[in-house]
Each structure stands twice: as structure tokens, then as C-alpha cells.
């Protein structure tokens, strides 16, 4: 006679398989509880163009207040809203909160909040018939002009298996006047172990504000000029390697639309000589600020860009 746990062929769960599945099952409901409670909070990270410092734009980044593990970054829980379906609430809350509080610096700050608000799309929400609605309804809840709005799209994103619902959900917003930036230019995707940019694929012939390169690239780039010059004393060789080839790559894209590319990850100012050297013009990263709560945001943009405190 077979044991129960083999009646279909297959082997009961391991007490791990088990374990992870009951705290899977945990953290989707408490994931849940949170979008409702308002546990779920927003920091915003500047864009900076790099030959005044002028803030472009803020990047908004969810963070989650977990009752018993403290403020989680994005890694650690937005893989499992994707997979349950709850990004979708999610990313709702997140654009109208953006907008709003955009809508409010511009109210109180006027010219010193001439900047846009960019928000991430995951692969899910492009698929889901409800995002131009909901982008919609937030800059009419907000007031906020369509064009002050940025939405952040990797290819591996839009690309992926329905292109369809995707491609009709960004035309459909880009024809609201929303814009687009590119993301994650630099991460391997199918097709591209190097992930350069394809300027072949439909995204790219969106309205695009901005292509920004991810943050790996500008640390390879730097280790990579710290090496011996050359014998002879020349200037060295143009950048090599996959970082050199993604970053060359998506100069070239982003002069092409008359956009500016943004270095992801900046952390040093040496980082930051050298990839304005290289021709990109703006850059995001922990050498201007850490992601800040809406105050030190709102300071921040009253200063002109020193950063104050930070999570």
C-alpha cells in the first residue's frame, strides 16, 4: 500500500519546502494587511545632471514598516507582490502617492520643484488592463501634469511574453502625455547577455525622458580606469569590457533621442568624473542622497541639492 504523501507519484514536501511555504503564506497576507494599514511608505531618490548638480527628477522607491523586521527594502518583498498579484494595489498606491506629493512641492516650492516624479512598472502591471486607469486617476487626483510623470520600464519588462497588453498600456499613456525612461539598461536578458540596448524594439520609440544604465556599470567602470595607463603615457584606451560596451552603447541611444542617460549606483565622486568624462550627463546614487522620506525631500529640493538625513 502507498503512503498518502505518494498516492500521485510524487513525494510529500520536505519540513524546509514546508517551513518556506508557511512563511511565503505569512508574509503575502501581512504584505496585504500592510497595503491597507499604511505600512507601506515612500522614499525618493534624486536624479541629478552632473555639470550643476540640478535635480532632474525623483526616482520613488517603496519601503515596507514590517511589525517585527523593521523597514524592508524592495528586494525583500516586492518579488513576492509580483508573484501574488498584489503589486498591482500596489503600484496604484505607490503613482498616486508620487504624483500627489509632487503636486505638492510644485505648489509650495514652485520653480525649485521643476522636476519630474519617475515610478517602476513591473512586467505584471504593464500586463494589466487597469494601469492606464489608475495612472490616470492619480494626476486627475493630483492635478499633477501627465508630462511631469515618468514611468521606468526595462526591456526584459516589456519584452516579455505578452507583448501585447504591455505595448497597448504604454501607448495608451504615452498618448495621455506620460513619459518614459528606459531602465535597467545593462542587465542580461534574453538575447543579450550584455544587455545593450535594441533599438529595434517597439519601447524605444515611446516619448522617452531619460535611459538610465544600471548600477553596476559605473563601479566596473572606475575599477576598470584605476588599471596601469599604457606605456607611453597616452590617455588610455576607450572604455573595454561589458560595462564599456553598455555604457557606450546607451550614449549613443540616448543622443540619438536627444535624452539624457543616467549612471545608476553612483557612490564616489571619482565614479561620477568618469562617466561625465565619458559624455553621460546625469547620475543618481549615494554621492548625492540616499533615499530620503518626503520632508528631507522636500529639504532637499529647498537647498539645491545638499542632502539632509536619510534612511
Known amino acids: 500500500m502507498s503512503l498518502p504523501g505518494s498516492l500521485s507519484g510524487r513525494t510529500a ?10 512563511e511565503r503564506i505569512t508574509m503575502e497576507a501581512e504584505l496585504r494587511d500592510a497595503l491597507v494599514a499604511g505600512d507601506l511608505v515612500l522614499r525618493y531618490q534624486p536624479i541629478v545632471d552632473l555639470s550643476g548638480g540640478r535635480v532632474l527628477a525623483f526616482e520613488t522607491l517603496c519601503r515596507w514598516r514590517h511589525w517585527s523586521r523593521g523597514l524592508l ?3 525583500e518583498f516586492l518579488p513576492l507582490a509580483e508573484q501574488s498579484g498584489l503589486i498591482v494595489p500596489i503600484g496604484g ?3 498616486e502617492e508620487s504624483t500627489r506629493r509632487l503636486a505638492h512641492w510644485r505648489a509650495r516650492l514652485h520653480e525649485r520643484a521643476a522636476v519630474d516624479v519617475t515610478v517602476n512598472v513591473s ?12 495612472a490616470a486617476q492619480a494626476l486627475d487626483a493630483s492635478g499633477l501634469p501627465a508630462a511631469r510623470l515618468v514611468l ?8 516579455a511574453d505578452p507583448q501585447g497588453p504591455a505595448r497597448a498600456n504604454l501607448s495608451s499613456l504615452a498618448d ?13 536578458r534574453p538575447g543579450d547577455r550584455y544587455g545593450r540596448p535594441d533599438p529595434a524594439g517597439w519601447l524605444w520609440h515611446l516619448p522617452l525622458r531619460m535611459l538610465k544604465v544600471e548600477r553596476g556599470v559605473a563601479t566596473s567602470l572606475a575599477v576598470a580606469s584605476a588599471s596601469p595607463a599604457p606605456a607611453g603615457g597616452g590617455p588610455g584606451p576607450a572604455p573595454a569590457g561589458r560595462a564599456g560596451r553598455v555604457m557606450l552603447a546607451a550614449l549613443e541611444m540616448a543622443a540619438e533621442r536627444g535624452v539624457p542617460a543616467v549612471a545608476k549606483g553612483v557612490e564616489t565622486a571619482e565614479q561620477a568624473a568618469l562617466v561625465q568624462r ?3 550627463p546625469a547620475a543618481q546614487g549615494f554621492l548625492f542622497a540616499r533615499p530620503m522620506d518626503a520632508a528631507d525631500a522636500e529639504a532637499y529640493l529647498r537647498r539645491g541639492g545638499r542632502a539632509g538625513r536619510s534612511d
Open 13 to 22: 514536501p520536505s519540513m524546509a519546502e514546508t517551513a518556506a511555504l508557511v
Open 73 to 75: 527594502g524592495p528586494a
Open 93 to 95: 498606491w505607490v503613482m
Open 123 to 134: 512586467a505584471v502591471e504593464l500586463r494589466d488592463r487597469g494601469l492606464f486607469d489608475r
Open 152 to 159: 521606468e520600464v526595462s526591456e526584459a519588462a516589456a519584452y
Open 176 to 188: 495621455l502625455g506620460v513619459g518614459f525612461a528606459v531602465d535597467d539598461i545593462g542587465v542580461p
Open 278 to 280: 565619458l559624455g553621460c
